[in-house]
């Protein structure tokens, strides 16, 4: 997938940028008409081998989704010893239309879990800009015994929104965790955690902010 998917639609940003103050009137309740342009310049991970996820857009500019089928990790039983932890990093190349700026407003994790008594897992992420500090992750535990769909939501107030920097193009980075922990569980008990898609309906979604741009 490196370098090769081009994907029109809007990718989220998570990076502090110096913006005016808040005027409601700068919101739109609509995304720019414009397409916006993503390149997938890299996709790496343990939880992403080559292939095996994939980025679309919304028609109406106002979220992305990401779906993958291998995204598993698994601890116990006859578990490879380093199968507890995966990971993937997406590396983004973002075109917005002239005059508009975006930030993620929140973003929806799904998946299934099934976890033996004694056990737990987590799933984190961060985000941020080439050249710039990554934010703190964003961590959500869940304990055994569980065996069923999982969902977890990042969400951001207005106020403390991080808004892509106007009138400059750099890559972002999102960054995503699934670590699994026998705990006490009995050695030969599997436990297990996936974030995938392979029947279409299970997502990563990110919502996106608008706004305009202040005059040059």
Known sequence: MAGGLLLSGA????????LPAHNPSDVFDNPPPDKIV?????VNGSGCPA???AV?????????????????AQAGGGSDPTAFRRNCQLNLVVHVPQGFTYAVA?????????LQRGASSTQKASYYFQGSSTTVPRTHPFNGPYNDDWQATDATDWAQLVW???????????????????GSTSPDKVSFMTMDSTDGDISTV???????????
């Open 106 to 114: 929140s973003a929806d994790y799904r998946g299934f879990a099934s």
């Open 51 to 53: 292939g095996t996820a």
């Open 38 to 42: 993503i390149d997938v310049a890299t």
């Open 11 to 18: 990718v989220a940003a998570l990076v502090t940028t110096a």
């Open 56 to 72: 679309a857009v919304s028609p109406d500019n106002t979220a992305f989704t990401v779906t993958y089928s291998e995204y598993l």
């Open 164 to 182: 892509a920097p106007c009138g400059v193009l750099r890559n972002f980075n999102i960054n995503t965790e699934l670590r699994v922990n026998a």
């Open 206 to 216: 990110y919502h996106l902010a608008w706004k305009e741009c202040p005059a040059s």
